[in-house]
């Protein structure tokens, strides 16, 4: 794993501009993975802004979301979909088309689950992959848990997420009690995988991740067999 340390939150989020820019400079038709969260929305901001610039264009690319609550309306404020077109689809040249998100108003989510599986395979896998990390380890929304599912599927969110994605929420019993989210080979499966921490809330668990070893409970600690990870992280997520 290539680590970044960064002075603050607007570096991390520049920098990662930065390898997303190359990335589809040198591959215009990349398949891009994108991920929600407080994270991101720094590099979001830097990839419209250099959008509107024209100095990166994503005519040509083609995204997936990493998850989506389920179950959720698109329009419901909360949900991904409404966050990606809030806060980079509505702000880049991107075909509508080519930006997938999971579908959390499904009636059938295990057939919407393997749809999109399917569709990411249709593509040739994901390029780069852009990952937050939840203080609990999860990565999309594969919580720690007995069981890891490899390929995209419904899940059920472990009480410490619901308790931490609440800040968006009205009130904690607002948020939806599962998710669909891709699988952990999914994840795996990207050619490059960009993995991006910031603030002292995420500290512990970056210690977790970089320390000797493999933790059974941590789904990010996978990220260890993959060959192209960079962590990008603040130095308030940086544990050293
Ligand atoms: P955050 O979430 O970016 O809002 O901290 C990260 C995650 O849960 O993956």
Same mark, same amino acid.
């Given at each position: 794993?290539?680590?970044?340390?960064?002075e603050n939150?607007?570096?991390?989020?520049?920098?990662a501009?930065?390898?997303?820019?190359a990335?589809?400079?040198?591959?215009p @038709?990349?398949?891009?993975g994108?991920a929600?969260g407080?994270?991101p929305?720094?590099?979001?901001?830097?990839?419209?802004?250099?959008?509107s610039?024209?100095?990166i264009?994503?005519?040509n690319?083609v =995204?997936?979301?990493?998850?989506e609550?389920?179950?959720?309306k698109k329009?419901?404020? @909360? =949900?991904?979909?409404?966050?990606?077109?809030?806060?980079?689809?509505s702000?880049?040249?991107?075909?509508?088309e080519n930006a997938?998100?999971?579908?959390?108003e499904?009636?059938?989510p295990e057939?919407e689950?393997?749809?999109y599986?399917?569709?990411?395979g249709r593509?040739?896998g994901?390029?780069?992959?852009?990952?937050?990390?939840g203080?609990n380890?999860?990565?999309?929304f594969?919580e720690?848990d007995?069981?890891?599912?490899?390929y995209?599927?419904?899940?059920h969110l472990?009480?410490?997420?619901?308790?931490a994605?609440?800040r968006?929420?009205s009130?904690?019993?607002?948020?939806?009690?599962? /998710?669909?989210?891709?699988?952990?080979?999914?994840?795996?499966n990207?050619?490059?995988?960009i993995?991006?921490?910031?603030?002292?809330?995420?500290?512990?668990?970056?210690s977790?991740?970089l320390g000797?070893?493999?933790?059974?409970n941590?789904?990010? /600690?996978?990220?260890?067999?993959?060959?192209?990870?960079t962590?990008?992280?603040?130095?308030?997520?940086?544990?050293?």
């Amino acid at each position: 794993m290539r680590i970044t340390v960064c002075e603050n939150y607007d570096e991390m989020s520049k920098k990662a501009a930065q390898l997303v820019l190359a990335q589809v400079t040198l591959k215009p @038709n990349s398949v891009l993975g994108f991920a929600t969260g407080s994270t991101p929305l720094g590099l979001y901001e830097n990839l419209s802004e250099m959008c509107s610039a024209g100095q990166i264009d994503f005519s040509n690319t083609v =995204s997936f979301n990493l998850d989506e609550y389920y179950p959720i309306k698109k329009d419901d404020p @909360n =949900s991904y979909n409404a966050y990606m077109q809030e806060n980079l689809f509505s702000k880049i040249n991107i075909k509508r088309e080519n930006a997938h998100l999971l579908n959390g108003e499904t009636d059938d989510p295990e057939g919407e689950c393997e749809n999109y599986e399917r569709m990411i395979g249709r593509v040739g896998g994901i390029d780069m992959q852009i990952l937050g990390i939840g203080s609990n380890g999860h990565i999309g929304f594969n919580e720690p848990d007995s069981v890891m599912y490899p390929y995209t599927h419904i899940t059920h969110l472990t009480e410490s997420t619901i308790k931490a994605n609440s800040r968006f929420f009205s009130s904690v019993d607002e948020v939806p009690k599962k /998710a669909l989210t891709v699988g952990i080979l999914t994840i795996l499966n990207s050619k490059r995988i960009i993995l991006m921490a910031n603030g002292a809330g995420k500290k512990q668990v970056i210690s977790e991740l970089l320390g000797d070893g493999m933790k059974l409970n941590l789904p990010a /600690a996978l990220l260890k067999l993959h060959p192209d990870v960079t962590l990008i992280c603040d130095k308030e997520a940086y544990p050293k």
